[in-house]
C-alpha cells in the first residue's frame, strides 16, 4: 500500500524524518519498500511554482500550433511563455514554473530559452505535468480570485512523500491510512486524532429497499441514498491523493468511494440508483445462468458460489469484488445508492479465484475487513459527498446480521516476559496496548478492538502485540539444555560417505528436478495441475534428469562428463508415494566404465556385489541388475558418443553394509598365489566362475580376480579361456606346496563337475 | 715377516680414506677401492700372511674401517648424482600429473555445513518427505482456510489432501508427531512453489526448518541461534535483528535480517544499501501447534525458523541466477 506521508499526518502528529519513521515500522509494523517522491522535489524548489495571469495570448508568429502569452506572476516584468495548450486565453488564471524550477521526478529543470524565435520564461502547467491527474485537455485553469505571485503550493498539493509498505495477511487494519495512522500513534507513543467525517445533514426521509439473504456472507449492508450528485471532477488535492496512493482519479463520486477506503479501510461502492430495477437492493447467491459485465469490460458466468448484489431483476456487482457495467455511475448519473457493507474473506477469496480477478477492495476483503467501520466509512463518503459533489443525502438502510463480539481475554503480562525472554514492564503494556485501541481491565482482562477481531482472538496474540514494538532489545540468548546430543543418523553419514566417494571418483554432483515430462513408470505419479508440460510427473528414477543434464552438458561444449545425483524418486501408487533415496550416475562410456563406479561404491561400502545380466529398460542395449539397482548402456540416444549410467536404492544398499568390519591377519603368515586359466563353454559368465571358484576354496580363500577373457586360435570354437588369480592365507601357519595343491585341486574339481571347465597347462 | 713390518698402516689407512672421499665417480672410487682393498692390495697380501693374532686384529681393523669409508663415499656419491640430476633438468613452475577429481554440488556443500553447525550445537538431522498431507503442510500449522498460499495457484496439488511441500515445515509436524520434547532438530530439504523461473525463482527450491521444542524456551534463544548459527556460516563479525512478521505457526512471528557480509553494514548493490540481508521467517511456536501434535503448551515451548539454501548459495558466492543450479554445467559446478 502507498501511504502519502500528508495524508498520515492528518491523522497523527509525528516529528521524527520520514526515513527514520519508516525504519521503525519495519521493525513494529510492516514492511516498508521504500520512501518515494511524488510530485515536484520539495523546499527551497517550490519557490519557482508561482499563480500566473495570463495577460495576453496571441498565436505564436512562426508555429501554428503553439500560443506566446505574456504572463503577470506578481513580480517583476510580465513573463512570456510559449505554450502548447489553448484550453484558455487572456484573464485565464494559471500555474507557472519559473526557470530554475525542477519538475516532478527531479530530472528536468525549466530553463529560459527560446522556442522558434521567441524567448520563453518559464512553463504553465497542467494536471499531468505536476502529478495532479490524467487531464491531457491542456493547462490547468485556476480559480480567478488567487493573486499573482502567490506560491503555488499554498494552492495544490505539489509533492509528498510516499510510504510503500506491504502489509502482513494478518493486518488488514493496516491497509487504511488511518489504520497506518494508529501503528504510528503506538509506535511514538503519541496521540491519534479522532476517526475522519461527520455526518451531514439528512435532506429527506426516502426509503431504501434493501435485502440480504445470506448473511453469513454479508453480515453488514448500509445503503445510503443521494439525490443531485453532481458528477465532475474531484478537487486537485484529493486526486493528488488519489495518485500518491497508486489509484486513478476517474470521477468525483468514485474517488470518494476510493478516497474513503483508502483512509479507513472498508471497500464503498457507488450504484446509479436509477438503473437499479425496482430500486432495490437484493444480496444473494447468483443464479444457475446468470451472467454479469463487470467493469472491466468482461462478461462473467456466475456460479451460484459467487455472492452477487442483485436488484430486482438482475446481478449488479459481485459481493466484494466488482460492480458491473449494468449500474455503472456515469457521466449522466443523478442519484447514487452508496454501498458501504462487510463480505466475509472465504466468499471474496474464492470469487476472485473462480473469476480470475484482483481488485483493491477484493484484496481488503479477503483479508477480513472490521464490520464495524461501515458505519464510519459511509459517514465519511456521505460527507464528501455532500460536500464535493453537490449532493443531498435522502434515505438509509441497514441490515445486519450476526456479528461476533470482538475477544474478551484474560492475559497475564508476566506472559510477554516469558515469550520474549525480556522484562516489559507492566505500564508499557498497558499503554502499548491501550494505544493500539485494546481495552485494558485493571485485572488484566484485555478486551480486543473490533479491527482486531480476527487476528488477536488469544492471550498469545496479546503478547505479539507488545512484543513487536521490543523486537529491537530481545537479547541473544541460548536454550538451556535439558539434553544434548546432535549426529547424524547411519544413513545420513553412508549418504555423505557414498557422495564423497563419487567426487572422489571424478563425478560431479547434480541436482535435477523432481519433477519430469515422463517417466518409465506408467503409474507414476501426475500432477493434475503442473506449471508446465515439462514438469508433470513425480519421477520413479533419477536416469531421466541425468540425461538431460548430460545433454546440456554437450550442449554447453563440456567433455569427460560424468555426473552423480542423490535425491528421491517417488514410488506409485499415490496420493502419498512412498519417498526413497536412490544414487543415479551417468557418465560417458561403455558399460565397464559405470560398474567399475559400482564397485567403488560397493566397495567402499564394504559390500561384495552380484552382478547378473538382465534386460533394462528398452533404451539399454546392455544391462545388469545388482543389489539394490542396475548398471546399463545406453543404444543409440540424441546425445552423441557412448553412454552408461547406473541407478541404486540406498536404504536397499545401506541395510547390506556390515555392521563392524572385522580384522583379519594378513601380516603373520605370507600369502601364497596362484593364476589359474580354465576353458569353458563361451555362455558361462566369469561372474558365476569365480564365484564357484570362491566357494569351493574354503576358508583360507583371500582374494579371487578376474584376469582374462581369451576366445580364439587355439582354444576352440564356442569356448573360451578365463584365467583368473587367486590368493589364500592361513592366520595360523605358512602355506605350503601341498596346501597349493590341495587348494587348487578343489577349485578344478569344482569348476570342472560345475562347468565342464578344464584347467589349462 | 718383513711386508708387515715394512708397512706403516696408519698412514696406509690415512692415505686410503683420503683416496676414498675424494672419489667423484663410481669409476674413482672403485679405483680407490682396488687399489687400498683388491687382492693385490698391500693390505690384501699382508693379510694373506698373517699369522698371529696381534697383525690379524690390526689389519681387520684398517679393512672394515676402508670398507666402511667405501660405503658411506657410494650412497653420497649416489644422492650426489640424484641431486646433479634434478638441478639439471626439472622445471618444479610446470604442472603436475592431472588427478581426475569430481565435485559435490554447492547446494550439497552449503546444506552440509548448515547440517554441521546445527550437528554442534546438538540438533538432529531429520529427512523429511517431499509429498505430504494438507493436515501436515497446512492445517496443524494452524494456517487459515482462506491464506493464499493454499490455493491452487501458489500450491501443486496431487489431490485434494495431498500436496508437494510448500516449505519444510510440515517437518516439524512430523517431528513433533514421532518424538517426545526436547526436539533439537534441522531439516533440510526440496520444496516446491508454483513460481515461474526466472534469476530468484523456481518452482522447485531448498529449505532448511530449524525446530527447537523444550522447557521455557524463549524468543530470546531464538536470536541467540540465529545468531550464533550466522556467524559461523557468514563470520563472528555479523549481526542479526528480527522484525515483525506472519506466518500461522509461529506467535510472535519475526524475519531475520543478517548485517551485510559484502559491505560489513556499510551498504552495497547486495544488500540494496540498507547493511542488512534478509535471511528468512522465524517466530515462538504458536501453542496451538502444539495442542495439534500432542505437545502441553503449558510445559513445552518452542522456536522455529526456515530458510533458503539457494539465497545462502548466491549471496556468498555471488551468483546472479539461481537456475544455475538445476542446469549442472559442469563449469559452474567445478568453481566450487
Ligand atoms: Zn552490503
Redesign the pocket.
Known sequence: MKVPVSWLREYVDFDLPIEELARRLVFTSCEVDRVVRRGAPGGDNYEYFVVGKVLEADKHPNADKLQLTKIDVGSGEPRSIVCGAWNFGAGATVAVVLPGGVMPGGEFTIEKRKLRGEVSEGMILSERELELGQDHGGIMVLSDDLTPGTPLADVLPLGDDILEIETLYNRPDLTSIYGIAREVAALLETDLRAMPGKEPVRAGDEPVTITVEDLERCPRYIGRLFRDVQLGESPAWLKARLMGAGMRPISNVVDITNYVMLALGSPLHAFDYDKLAGNRIVVRRARPGEKLETLDGTMRELDPEDLVIADAEKPIAIGGVMGGGNTEVSDDTKNVLLEAANFEPLTVLRSGERHRMRTESQTRWEKGVDAEVAGPAATYASQLLVELAGARWTGEREVRGEIPAPPVIAFRPGYTNDVLGLEVPEDEQRDRLGRLGFGVDPDWTVHTPTWRRRDVPRDIDVVEEVARFRLEHVPATLPVRQEMFGRLTHEQRLRRQVEDVLVGAGLYEAYTYSLQATDPDPNAIELPVPLSSQQRVLRTTLAIGLLGAAQHNIDMGNTDIALFEVAHVYLPPGPVPEERWRLGGIVEGDFFKAKGIVEAVFDALHIEPTFERAKLRKEFVVGATVQSGWVGTYGPLELDGLWSAFELDLAELFAEVPERILYRDVITYPPLRLDLAFVLDEGVPAGELMAAARKAAGEELRDVRFLSDYRGDPIPAGKKSVAIAVAFQSPERTLTDEDAGRLRGSIVQALAERFGAELRS | MDSLAAVDWTAYQDEALAAIGSALSEAELDDARVKYLGRKSALAQALRGVRDRESGMLLNGVRSKLEEAVAAREAELARLAYELAAEAGVDVTIPGTPVTRGHLHLLTQIRREIEDIFLGMGYEVWDGNEVATVWENFDALTSDPGHPSRSQFDTFYIDQNTVLRTHTSPDQIRAMQTRKPPIYMVSPGRCYRRDTPDATHSPIFLQVECLAVDRGITLADLQGTVLKFFRALFGEEREVRMRTSFFPFTEPSVEFDVT?F??G????A??KHS?WIEMGGAGWVDPDVFRNVGIDPDEYQGFAFGFGIERIAMLRHGLPDLRAFWENDLRVLGQF
Open positions: 551485510c559484502i559491505c553494514g556499510e551498504g552495497c547486495t544488500c547493511g
